[in-house]
């Protein structure tokens, strides 16, 4: 089966610029989640989604940032206008939310670099 | 607030033999706990976990032990193998339902042959 789906792999691009990061959950999963990590905070929580309903975005570190679900097997996490210190490694997971306890399965992960 | 903690960045161990890495928490409503590894430029690969029901689960060369009234869990790898080499991060879930999971810093792992 395949797994989470992100791209782009590797985006570069100026400060002030829209960007776009996207995620394919693992079918059959309806919960995802965007984490970002850096040297400095590590790996954090950015947003997560439950059947494509935003329940937790105070990770979000600002209105630069928005994410959406449109379906059950499509996200996107995005940034406007950019600025160098969104410079990190975005990851997207998702899991199988149910009573019993179940992983997030990560993609692979977008790296950021903002000029 | 750090709420989980993995105060080494860094361990070697000689192959062959047993790897344990740890990890300290703060919050007590922690429920659930998982350990992650990342091999570079891949997402965290989910490795085993553990209920705060159990002090013990164990899977092939892996077994993850929990001690809730120190608040500290760990990972023992036996033996290590050179394929082990990689970050591993440890992860807390809060209250029973909620998603949102808390990591650890990581520590890298190197197993040397």
């Known amino acids: 089966d395949a797994g989470v789906i992100q791209s782009p792999r590797h985006e570069v691009t100026e400060m002030g610029q829209e960007v776009t990061l996207r995620c394919k959950p693992i079918?059959?999963?309806?919960?995802l989640f965007w984490y970002r990590q850096t040297m400095m905070r590590g790996l954090e929580l950015l947003i997560y989604f439950n059947n494509n309903v935003p329940i937790d975005d105070s990770g979000m570190p600002e209105d630069r940032f928005s994410a959406k679900m449109p379906n059950a097997s499509f996200s996107t996490l995005k940034i406007q206008p950019s600025e160098p210190r969104d410079s990190a490694v975005y990851f997207c997971?998702?899991?199988?939310?149910?009573?019993?306890?179940?992983?997030?399965?990560f993609g692979d992960g977008t790296r950021l670099s903002i000029l | 607030d750090q709420q989980v903690k993995q105060n080494s960045p860094s361990l070697s161990v000689q192959e062959g033999r047993i790897s344990i890495l740890n990890c300290d928490y703060t919050?007590?409503?922690?429920?659930?706990f998982l350990w992650y590894k990342k091999y570079p430029a891949e997402g965290p690969t989910f490795l085993i976990s553990?209920?705060?029901?159990?002090d013990k689960n164990e899977d092939g060369r892996f077994t993850v032990f929990l001690n809730k009234s120190a608040k500290h869990l760990s990972l023992h790898i036996v033996p290590s193998q050179p394929g082990d080499s990689a970050v591993y991060f440890c992860?807390?879930?809060?209250?029973?339902?909620?998603?949102?999971?808390?990591f650890g810093q990581g520590t890298r792992l190197t197993i040397n042959p």
């Open positions: 919050n007590s409503m922690f429920d659930y």
């Open positions: 079918s059959g999963h309806n919960s």
């Open positions: 553990i209920s705060s029901i159990k």
């Open positions: 997971a998702s899991s199988w939310d149910s009573s019993r306890n179940q992983p997030q399965h």
């Open positions: 992860a807390a879930r809060g209250i029973q339902g909620a998603q949102k999971l808390v």
